[in-house]
């Protein structure tokens, strides 16, 4: 073999080296790149799984890990990066032979399926004497207690609002929005933001995964339509008929939407926007970061939700949250990581990288986030927003997914009407009462 | 004294195997390791999932666990998803193979014919063959994406469309477009199949047909159809059963969806295991498709055992 070819010990050491500060010099979102070796030997391993393995976010929560075992010689947390699409299915398998994470990362309406199965650590006792118990906003608090149980960390919150293009506004003379501005307006700029031989849409609706039915549903209260009732499933109610019927027509009627609506997911309705298909979309605030990048922080803002002809409006809370397991092998170390990722440096960075709100009120008050433009129709929307009603039964939370979405496809593309649609959805409500 | 060196013969005993038993046993365990390695990994999951079919077993919902007997049978006859996705099923083959049989054919014809540069015809029609099938989705869902995609982009610039068509989000058209994509990548397999059966056919024959006076229609209805039989039946029934459990393709280009319209029984099955994790009823799923795979395959054995004896 050719020598010259060969890497020696101290190349590739120096190699190895230049790759790291490489890395860490990558990491530019972060004040004080991490260049240390960590210094802990021994520590107990913590197996944390975190189910969005997008580039930045990776990079954001290994570093995360890094920080967090740097500061202490306890813990050494390991990141299981999981597919969004196979998380729930995998955490599920691994509670299932009783084998799960010491904690993951995952959204409110997943926990309580997980705590129908026995799995969840339950915190409440903990939280209750953990120092930033009170910081936290009581909403945040309640999408993840159930049946008087707190369950997990809220990590971020989220609320849904309307994103805005601001420069197209201007271009097209179309008024901006005022933040009580009702369905005949969103129409109506919807309308005059559609431009099909110019390949522009109005709303970029979602027709694809859990949220497609969320966002309708918010339609639906805003003409005064409930989930639940008295304790039954009211989804199917006349009010409800009308608002969703009025908000698959934006699609199928005025055709003010693009054509890949029924198979448009999370990653087609922020990218419509971003590629300028679209116009106006509906989403939490954690779009807005990659908006900024997409179609430039001047280019767009954000507004809340119209308001409805019952003159209602609602945002559905969720929170992102970070949740143990009654069974994990390190559930000491777990609870150490989760409560260190709540304290205000982590949490500010996650907040902030992914433009998501934080679920403390001492943070969330920080100019970063409250003068933020493209925070404002989130932030506006607290007065009105209600912990999704999707979040009652632990029994919904896979099924809007599995059943309920295929069945609003239908409706979508007409196959059923509203009402049809709300009367099978209801059935499945109703089934899985539990 | 002299010491007598004669021994007395002592019979040796009697070996608990014969001779025969023993060569057949020998036999035998030569077998083992694959007989150990096919049980292991065919002959046990089937009966494993049979076993799992009779039982309520919902992931999330071990309380609920129970033997159910026949009840995700019956389910399953109620459940009108599973008879959509069984016609779905039936569409996908056919018009899959089908067309994949006909693209095919007419790409052996043309590359049984010499031209020039016929080496580099070859090379790119097996192209689509050896693309991985989730690269080929990709690909596909991209050129066919409403809003950006190359297929509308071009359609439109020839002025052949008004405006742009979302062939995967809607219901009437997902089918078809999918179907597509599976011909374009199956057409070399029935290619290369049928081109190396046009090769077998001696010259000698066409020969004599064309001083007969036969025309080429008549050469190839009397002499190419008929020597061509037995691959036109292996190719078509192999690619039939790998067909209907082809699931990647349409998992990635569309889900199944929209609103089922493109739903087939073997990615029902999948998202019943690993979506819903109702492992006692996708288990159910696989035991029906295992029974109609088990039909195919008799079909298949039984019409390439009478090509066995022809040739």
Redesign the interface.
Known sequence: MDDRWMLSRRQLLKTLAAAGALAAADLGWWEEPLMRPRRAWGAAPVRFQFSVPEPKRTALVESLAQRFNQSQTDFEVKVEFVPQAQARQKLIAGIAANNPPDCCQVWDNWVGEFEGMGAVEDLTTRVRDWKYYKDVTPIAWQTVTLKGKVLSFPWVVTNDGVYWRTDRAVEYGIKPPKDDWTWDEFSAAARAFTKPEKNQYGFGMRGQGTWAVLYATEFMYANGAQVLKDGKVAINSKEAAEGLEWYLDLFRKHKVCPPSVPTDGWRGIVEGFGRGITNMYIHNSGSSEEQKDFVGAKSFATVPLPLGPAKKRTSFYFSETLTGFRNAKNREGAWRFMSWCMDDEPKFMYCKTLGLLPSRKSLADRPEFAKDPAYQGFIKSFPFSIVSPYLAYAGWGGKIDSEGVPLFQQALVGKLTAREFLEKFAEVLTKNMA | MARSDASVAVALPRPLLSRRARTLLTGYLYLVPVAACLGGTIVFPILKAMHMSLYNHV????QEYGFVGLGNYRRLLRDETFWLTLWNSFVWVFGSVSLQFVGGFAAALLLHQSFRGRPFVRTVTLLPWIVPGVVVALVWEWLY????GVINDVLLRLGWLR????W????GLAMPAVIATNVWRGVPFFAVMLLAGLQAIPDELYEAARVDGARVIQRFRHITLPLLRPIIIVATATRIIWTFNYADLIFVM??G????ATQITSTYTL?TA????DFGYAATLSVVLLVIMLVFTILYLRVTRGIESVT
């Not at chain 2, 690993?274 to 994790?277: D, F, G, K, V």
């Open positions: 992931l999330f919902k071990p994406q409403p809003n950006y405006e742009r068509v979302a995967l989000s809607d219901p569309t889900s969806g929209p609103a089922n998202v690993y979506t819903n994790l």
